[in-house]
Protein backbone atom coordinates (compact mmCIF):
# COMPACT_ATOMS: atom_id res chain seq x y z
CA UNK A 1 0.00 0.00 0.00
CA UNK A 2 1.23 3.43 -1.19
CA UNK A 3 1.07 5.92 1.24
CA UNK A 4 0.79 10.00 1.22
CA UNK A 5 2.81 11.34 3.89
CA UNK A 6 0.79 14.59 4.94
CA UNK A 7 2.28 17.45 7.15
CA UNK A 8 0.81 20.40 9.66
CA UNK A 9 2.20 22.66 12.18
CA UNK A 10 0.53 25.10 14.15
CA UNK A 11 1.12 28.90 15.37
CA UNK A 12 3.06 27.36 18.71
CA UNK A 13 5.25 25.74 15.91
CA UNK A 14 4.03 22.12 17.03
CA UNK A 15 3.55 19.64 13.86
CA UNK A 16 3.54 16.43 12.63
CA UNK A 17 3.92 14.61 9.53
CA UNK A 18 0.94 11.98 8.83
CA UNK A 19 -0.66 9.62 6.99
CA UNK A 20 -4.51 9.59 6.56
CA UNK A 21 -6.11 6.80 4.60
CA UNK A 22 -10.26 6.76 3.45
CA UNK A 23 -10.30 9.72 6.08
CA UNK A 24 -8.63 8.58 8.97
CA UNK A 25 -5.24 9.10 10.62
CA UNK A 26 -3.33 5.77 10.31
CA UNK A 27 0.13 7.25 11.38
CA UNK A 28 1.63 10.20 12.73
CA UNK A 29 5.10 11.74 13.67
CA UNK A 30 4.84 15.13 16.47
CA UNK A 31 7.49 17.35 16.88
CA UNK A 32 7.87 20.80 18.31
CA UNK A 33 10.78 23.57 16.89
CA UNK A 34 12.10 25.88 19.02
CA UNK A 35 14.42 27.92 16.87
CA UNK A 36 16.94 25.46 14.41
CA UNK A 37 15.93 22.21 17.04
CA UNK A 38 13.60 20.06 15.92
CA UNK A 39 12.01 17.91 19.46
CA UNK A 40 10.39 14.68 17.93
CA UNK A 41 8.76 13.57 20.85
CA UNK A 42 6.01 11.12 19.49
CA UNK A 43 5.77 8.64 16.31
CA UNK A 44 2.63 6.13 16.43
CA UNK A 45 1.21 3.61 13.77
CA UNK A 46 -2.51 2.09 14.04
CA UNK A 47 -2.05 -1.63 15.66
CA UNK A 48 -2.96 -3.65 13.13
CA UNK A 49 -0.48 -1.54 10.44
CA UNK A 50 2.75 -1.69 12.95
CA UNK A 51 6.02 -3.84 11.17
CA UNK A 52 4.96 -2.38 7.86
CA UNK A 53 7.88 0.14 7.76
CA UNK A 54 5.03 3.12 7.78
CA UNK A 55 7.08 4.76 10.97
CA UNK A 56 10.25 4.28 9.22
CA UNK A 57 8.94 6.57 6.09
CA UNK A 58 7.88 8.99 8.55
CA UNK A 59 11.22 9.10 10.07
CA UNK A 60 13.03 9.42 6.97
CA UNK A 61 10.49 12.78 6.24
CA UNK A 62 11.49 13.94 9.23
CA UNK A 63 15.12 13.81 8.56
CA UNK A 64 14.78 14.85 5.13
CA UNK A 65 13.05 18.07 6.82
CA UNK A 66 16.08 18.71 9.19
CA UNK A 67 18.21 18.61 6.51
CA UNK A 68 16.42 20.97 3.87
CA UNK A 69 16.41 23.61 6.86
CA UNK A 70 19.46 22.62 8.53
CA UNK A 71 17.80 21.46 11.93
CA UNK A 72 18.94 19.58 14.64
CA UNK A 73 16.16 16.94 15.59
CA UNK A 74 16.22 16.02 19.85
CA UNK A 75 15.13 12.34 19.88
CA UNK A 76 12.72 12.33 22.72
CA UNK A 77 10.77 9.39 21.43
CA UNK A 78 11.96 5.80 21.50
CA UNK A 79 11.71 5.08 18.05
CA UNK A 80 13.61 7.94 16.66
CA UNK A 81 16.33 7.87 19.26
CA UNK A 82 17.17 3.93 18.68
CA UNK A 83 17.06 4.97 14.89
CA UNK A 84 19.82 7.75 15.42
CA UNK A 85 21.77 5.33 17.86
CA UNK A 86 21.68 1.89 14.91
CA UNK A 87 23.24 4.20 12.43
CA UNK A 88 25.02 7.52 14.23
CA UNK A 89 27.03 8.23 11.17
CA UNK A 90 24.65 8.78 9.13
CA UNK A 91 22.38 11.34 11.22
CA UNK A 92 25.32 13.00 13.02
CA UNK A 93 24.19 15.97 10.75
CA UNK A 94 21.01 16.18 11.85
CA UNK A 95 21.23 14.86 15.19
CA UNK A 96 21.30 16.98 18.50
CA UNK A 97 23.35 15.51 21.07
CA UNK A 98 22.93 15.96 24.83
CA UNK A 99 24.75 15.37 27.41
CA UNK A 100 21.44 14.09 29.07
CA UNK A 101 19.68 11.85 26.34
CA UNK A 102 16.29 11.96 26.18
CA UNK A 103 15.19 8.50 27.29
CA UNK A 104 12.37 7.80 25.02
CA UNK A 105 9.81 8.59 27.86
CA UNK A 106 7.22 10.83 26.13
CA UNK A 107 6.91 7.46 23.92
CA UNK A 108 5.99 5.68 26.53
CA UNK A 109 9.36 3.80 27.16
CA UNK A 110 11.27 4.11 30.42
CA UNK A 111 14.74 4.52 31.14
CA UNK A 112 17.78 4.31 28.85
Known amino acids: MEHTIEFKIN ?3 RG ?4 MDEGS ?3 ELDF ?3 DNVMNAYHTGVR ?7 IAAKLF ?11 YKIIPS ?3 I ?3 FRRRPDEFADVWQRMDDEPTGAACGIPGK
Open 32 to 34: EVN
Open 16 to 19: SFYI
Open 77 to 79: CSY
Open 47 to 53: KELEGQG
Open 60 to 70: DKLVAYARERN
Open 81 to 83: SVK
Open 11 to 13: DKN
Open 25 to 27: QIA
